[in-house]
């Protein structure tokens, strides 16, 4: 069974940084595998925030983190990094590690299918 273990969320002044951590567990070591980043606050939708693949060939950052945002993985380590500067208050947010649990192949879209707990993230002015 996969599971995502996060980390990395807490309280931060606005202006700050964070870096999430998400370790997967239960996967192929010697497969790659599309692993991303969400984050839902109260009445609100997930939105997605970026992917990476585990070997670190492919990555996406979406609009509301591009430009002060780092995503990285260690495949070794099974585990990918969210890093966000410059954290404004509307940053505060339920950050979600997801993966898609099929391995990556050339030419199939990457859908999570499997989310982590997450962790809270909260920017305070």
């Known amino acids: 069974e996969v599971h995502l273990e996060e980390s990395g969320g807490g309280t931060v002044q606005a202006g700050g940084s964070l870096k999430l951590v998400c370790t997967a567990s239960?996967?192929?070591?010697?497969?790659?595998?599309?692993m991303g980043w969400s984050r839902q606050t109260p009445g609100s939708v997930r939105a997605g925030l970026a992917l990476?693949?585990?070997?670190?060939?492919?990555?996406s950052l979406g609009d509301s983190v591009r430009g002060r945002s780092t995503i990285s993985a260690d495949a070794d380590k099974k585990t990918v990094y969210l890093q966000v500067n410059d954290l404004g208050t509307d940053d505060t947010a339920k950050y979600y590690c997801?993966?898609?649990?099929?391995?990556?192949?050339?030419?199939?879209?990457?859908?999570?299918?499997?989310w982590g707990q997450g962790t809270q993230v909260t920017v305070i002015s």
């Open positions: 997801a993966i898609d649990s099929r391995p990556v192949v050339a030419g199939r879209s990457c859908q999570f299918n499997t």
């Open positions: 239960g996967i192929d070591e010697t497969e790659t595998y599309c």
């Open positions: 990476i693949y585990t070997n670190g060939r492919f990555s």
